[in-house]
């Protein structure tokens, strides 16, 4: 009994030593499958704002902001990029939440979207419940759309 204990501790401290970097991963792996698309909008849409965006995604799930990824694995939520894109420094940080990155951490699925009237540029961007990309990054495309002026004649 003495043998088999000293010969399974080791193993016991190599499971430890081998569960740490683990821990310390800074981006939560997805399944390449995994997409974000826009619903109904596409590339060269005309809107007036307020219009619905609603957020597809397949291969993953959606869960708010802070849940424990250990606890519930695969799932995120959406992020709005408007008139912005990926940046290589934003891997592993959390992604700011400003006027043109929309965090939607209650696990929302579509937004009414306010926008000047223009040219803009929408993009999905999924991210892990501690707001980061994941890895690879789940990305829609990036579209283009002409936001005009509502129509006050009715
Ligand atoms: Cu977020």
């Not at 993953?60 to 940046?87: E, R, Y």
């Not at 700011?96 to 209650?106: E, I, K, N, R, S």
């Amino acid at each position: 009994m003495t043998c088999l204990a000293t010969t399974t501790r080791p193993w016991f401290v190599m499971g430890i030593l081998a569960a740490a970097p683990v821990l310390a991963v800074e981006t939560v792996m997805a399944p390449s499958s995994a997409q974000v698309y826009f619903v109904h909008l596409k590339a060269g849409d005309e809107v007036t704002s307020p219009f619905k965006v609603m957020f597809g995604l397949s291969g993953m799930g959606v869960a708010p902001a802070g849940v424990n990824p250990i606890d519930f694995k695969q799932v995120g939520h959406h992020h709005l990029f408007i008139n912005s894109s990926i940046k290589p420094g934003m891997s592993g940080l959390p992604i700011p939440t400003d006027d043109q990155h929309l965090h939607y951490g209650q696990g929302q699925t579509e937004t009414m979207l306010s926008l000047k009237p223009g040219t803009h540029t929408l993009q999905l961007v999924f991210c892990d419940p501690h707001q980061r990309l994941h890895y690879p990054v789940i990305a829609s495309e990036k579209i283009t759309i002409q936001v005009t002026e509502k129509d006050h004649e009715n």
